[in-house]
């Protein structure tokens, strides 16, 4: 390693002084005086990402960004004769160490819920490279050597969705669930493979007569189910319509029974208040258990503009697509929820714009798949459904670094975040967080009067710079945070051109 000279090491020396002083400053000092303090929010050794305001007792000179995925091309075409341009209501799951990708296929466009529909089901080691397998289970066209894995079921293959069931003590025969349907009511199917699919029951699981409110229509969507282990039960998000294209929610105990179903508020915080989010059309929800911090559920939804159209005749002609679906466009937006019947819209703005080009532009491109998937060491995959009603339909990755859909962001100016009280019960501090060569962070702890608990202030934090996804915090005394472990604490972070994407206090035994 490269050693540096006594001169560079006390220019960096005082360089650290001078920037953690000035986060010292009067503004920082009236932050650090907090309120009467509420009852603490338990946080445990769970991770927490900067998705919504519940942690946030007050921010200076800092702000929620949200951050948009970096486009890595199609993975998989939708060419063969039994997928067609309208394929889609795709499903991303990830079985040990094989990925496989569910989605519709349909030869005859226009037949919705019709037997022209089917499952099909692509696979990869990665999650990158994707194939279609030969799976010999139904004939097409005189041959089974296709990869579709339901059909003759309509209108359950309009949009199927599976799932793998995580519930503690599943039956091996339904290590797979999944729910399809529409023309209000929604079936249920289970599979020991993800391959070969049996009916649960001939009765529909959901159905108009538990909906206690308006509709027009149900489930004419993608719907999906996933086992919850923070509401210990099992949740489905649908699709209701009533003039407006919404979100409602039931849960069941046994997969079998639901409850009546609700429906899904959306609300926005600014940090000053709490408000209905716009009214907005949302095609599909794709909401899910973030994998690296479960009890939050992620929703990159489908934003759909009905009539809001972009393309002129001519330009829809030049690429082929189908001469009703250039009417309208659509994009997806980023919400999160703790579960209940709440999305959180801090992020009202696009999650995924549109791509380059026309094609990018017509109705119901730019859908989301469900689910995400880690497809390297510091890297999470999300996949979109593009060119729909086109021939080049597709399916296309977008990655984000681990956690990296929001962040806490500070610019050149120094910046602040004072938490709201809580308790942890690990032992070391670890964040996920990046800055330039010239940002850093610092943290410390406080009681609730706002005085730093000695040993763990900012003055005896050691500057946190750089980019990694799981720092562990130290300070002069070192890491360990045994002492305080279980006592109400507020975190105070000092931060200059930096994000700040996670954090969990975790167990250094089980780290």
């Not at 714009?353 to 390297?376: C, H, M």
Request: glycine residues 8%; contains cysteine; proline residues 6%.
């Amino acid at each position: 390693m490269k050693q540096t000279s006594p001169s560079s090491r006390r220019f960096l020396v005082v360089q650290s002084i001078l920037f953690l002083a000035a986060f010292c400053g009067p503004v920082d000092q009236r932050l650090s005086q907090s309120a009467t303090a509420a009852d603490p929010i338990a946080l445990g050794t769970r991770r927490e990402l900067f998705v919504d305001r519940l942690l946030i007792e007050r921010l200076s000179n800092a702000h929620l960004q949200l951050h948009a995925p970096h486009d890595e091309g199609p993975v998989l075409h939708f060419d063969a004769r039994w997928e067609g341009p309208h394929a889609g209501y795709t499903t991303i799951i990830q079985d040990h160490a094989k990925f496989r990708m569910y989605y519709r296929g349909i030869s005859e466009p226009g037949l919705d819920g019709s037997e022209h529909e089917r499952t099909c089901v692509a696979e990869s080691p990665d999650g990158i490279t994707w194939t279609k397998p030969k799976l010999g289970l139904f004939e097409y066209a005189g041959t089974t050597a296709n990869n579709i894995v339901l059909a003759n079921v309509a209108p359950v293959t309009h949009n199927f969705c599976p799932m793998l069931d995580t519930r503690p003590g599943v039956p091996p025969e339904e290590r797979y669930k999944g729910v399809g349907g529409t023309g209000k009511e929604l079936f249920a199917y289970s599979s020991a493979d993800g391959l070969k699919w049996v009916k649960i029951q001939d009765e529909p699981i959901l159905s108009g007569k538990q909906m206690p409110f308006r509709f027009d229509h149900l489930f004419d969507s993608q719907n999906l189910v996933f086992w919850s282990e923070t509401e210990n039960c099992y949740v489905c998000y649908f699709r209701v319509w009533d003039g407006v294209r919404r979100i409602a929610r039931s849960t069941s105990e046994d997969f079998r029974n639901w409850s009546a179903a609700v429906m899904m508020k959306q609300v926005h915080d600014d940090g000053n208040s709490i408000t209905a989010a716009p009214v907005e059309h949302l095609y599909t929800n794709q909401t899910s258990p973030y994998p690296r911090a479960p009890h939050l559920y992620l929703a990159i939804a489908a934003r759909f503009f009905e009539g809001r159209q972009v393309l002129n005749e001519q330009q829809a002609a030049a690429i082929k697509v189908s001469p009703t679906y250039f009417n309208d466009t659509s994009d997806a937006v980023f919400m999160s929820s703790r579960g209940g019947n709440t999305y959180d819209r801090t992020f009202l703005e696009g999650f995924l714009r549109p791509g380059i080009g026309p094609q990018n532009w017509v109705s119901r491109t730019n859908y989301p798949a469900l689910n995400l998937a880690q497809t390297g060491p510091a890297e999470l995959s999300l996949y979109v459904n593009q060119d729909y009603a086109q021939p080049t339909s597709h399916v296309r990755r977008y990655t984000l670094r681990l956690d990296g859909f929001t962040s806490l962001r500070a610019g050149v100016k120094q910046g602040e975040l004072l938490t709201k009280p809580l308790t942890f019960s690990g032992d070391e501090l670890e964040i996920n967080f990046s800055t330039s060569a010239a940002g850093g962070l610092y943290f410390e702890l406080q009681n609730l009067d706002g005085t730093p608990i000695p040993g763990f202030s900012l003055e005896e934090c050691q500057e946190q710079i750089g980019n990694e996804l799981d720092r562990v915090v130290t300070w002069k005394a070192g890491t360990s945070l045994k002492t305080i472990a279980g006592k109400p604490v507020r975190m105070r972070v000092a931060m200059k051109d930096a994000d700040f994407f996670s954090f969990r206090f975790r167990d250094s035994r089980r780290p």
